[in-house]
């Protein structure tokens, strides 16, 4: 594929990111009243959304870089952690409110916040040791996660 069709496509993939940024901040000025820690922490995010279009650019037919290798690691660890521990963190809140009385409140029906918490708390979890790819699927997401492991050389 030619260089520039690369650089095309990752331009348009930019300009979908940008332009939410743009939304998301001028939404935050104008509606929130910003602060500047209010303002870093949404720029560590859309850092971290970034991620993913660092990765859309790569060329998958080259050697790995030094680069590539580190965020695609502190990638996985990051997703691992957060995305385990919110996981894990939803699952236990949903099983306390269930099974701990006077938790919830009376009118609240407790099975259905029990099913739901753990329900998006394993979808979390999943996301968080496979990851997920452009394809839909799990069988997709599982490909995808054992064809980074042989690109970047995880054992884990």
């Known amino acids: 594929m ?20 743009l939304l998301f901040g001028v939404t935050f000025l104008v509606v929130a009243d910003m602060r500047v820690s209010t303002f870093e922490v949404a720029a560590g995010v859309a850092m971290l959304a970034a991620i993913p279009f660092y990765f859309g650019t790569r060329d998958k ?21 957060l995305c385990c521990g919110m996981g894990l963190a939803l699952s236990l809140g949903a099983l306390f409110d269930a099974f701990v009385p006077g938790a919830m409140p009376p009118a609240g ?33 599982v490909e995808a996660h054992r064809a980074h492991r042989r690109r970047y050389g995880w054992w884990f």
């Open 109 to 141: 029906n407790r099975w259905i916040i029990l099913a739901g918490g753990l329900v998006f708390g394993a979808a979390l979890i999943a996301f968080g040791i496979i990851g997920e790819s452009s394809l839909r699927g799990w069988r997709a997401n």
């Open 61 to 81: 037919s080259r050697q790995v870089s030094a680069t590539e290798r580190f965020f695609a690691t502190a990638w996985l660890w990051l997703r691992r952690l």
């Open 2 to 21: 030619p260089a520039w069709v690369r650089v095309g496509r990752s331009l348009k993939g930019w300009g979908g990111y940008v332009a939410f940024l």
